[in-house]
């Protein structure tokens, strides 16, 4: 079992004393400024991150409409332009050169026309999917939240749709389990469901917890220490042959000590 951990959660020797894996979160490594790459601050964090001998994945700019996600860095899969796409460019560049597992990656909003939105981003995920075979880089798409309105590839079902009609051995899932435990409105038993309904496709897996309901505070989507929530980990044993990384998404380090021991209960023998 790989357990990681986002680089937002703690330093690098932080996160490499009880971790084997840092995700590199993009949009808040403060290396963009007017959505420009700044190749020095990028350089030295690089630098700082080959101390440790950690695996890593990378967690590419996405769409939030949020004061805290930077604005000179979204990126709505369903709606790119020139500047989106070399965004993304970039964490699939990035992931090539620190040898990375996975690049992750949110998909498209939708608005009154689900599938037109849907059919733009597929287009879109072909151009990125050619660019990470070019780089021998592998995608990840993340079920996001059915909690919030527009999210495209809540279910399983359309996650599933999405790399499918894809079709790129570039481009696999990323399991979101508390983005799952939402769209499930906390059931159980439908979230092992769900794992069980992606599992073939997943190359990537995020870990957090949350009660699986709606909060007026990031629509539920909480983020808290596996174990403080609803989740029932077990569920990712429906994950049948997955070999990856358990990254988790966490805002300290006392959060990732407690989920460490939750996930590691939860899934022994695997």
């Known amino acids: 079992m790989i357990l990681g951990a986002s680089s937002f959660t703690g330093k690098f020797s932080d996160i490499a004393s009880e971790l ?33 001998d950690m695996r890593t994945s ?32 970039e964490s699939i560049d990035i992931a090539a050169r620190l040898g990375s597992g996975t690049v992750v990656l949110h998909p498209g909003r939708f ?25 021998g880089v592998m995608l990840g798409l993340e079920n996001k939240e059915g909690t ?30 508390g983005h799952a435990n939402l769209t499930c409105g906390g059931d159980q038993v439908k979230l092992h469901e769900f794992a069980k309904a992606i599992a073939l496709y997943v190359v990537h897996v995020h870990v957090h917890d949350n009660n699986g309901v709606w909060t007026d505070q990031y629509d539920g989507d909480e983020h808290l220490a596996p174990g403080a929530g609803t ?20 805002f300290s380090m006392e959060d990732v000590r407690m989920g460490k021991e939750t996930i590691k209960k939860c899934l022994e023998n695997l």
Do not use: W
Not at 23 to 49: A, F, H, T
Not at 68 to 83: F, I, L, R, S
Not at 232 to 238: H, R, S, V
């Open 20 to 52: 084997q894996s840092v995700e590199l979160y993009m949009p808040k490594l403060n290396v963009y400024k007017d959505s420009i790459l700044q190749k020095d601050i990028l350089g030295s964090i690089l630098d700082e991150l080959s101390v440790f």
């Open 58 to 89: 990378v967690h590419a700019p996405y769409f939030a409409d949020v004061p805290t996600y930077p604005k000179d860095v979204v990126v709505d899969t369903a709606n790119m332009g020139e500047t989106e796409f070399r965004l993304i460019r």
């Open 111 to 135: 608005d009154t026309d689900h599938e037109a939105c849907f059919n733009k981003m597929i287009s879109n995920l072909k151009i990125l999917a050619a660019y990470a075979q070019d780089c």
């Open 148 to 177: 919030s309105t527009g999210n495209m590839c809540c279910s399983a079902e359309e996650l599933v749709r999405a790399v499918t009609e894809v079709n790129s051995d570039n481009l696999g899932a990323t399991f979101d389990i």
């Open 231 to 250: 989740i029932d980990y077990t569920a990712l044993k429906e994950l049948k042959g997955y070999q990856g990384i358990y990254n988790m998404e966490l």
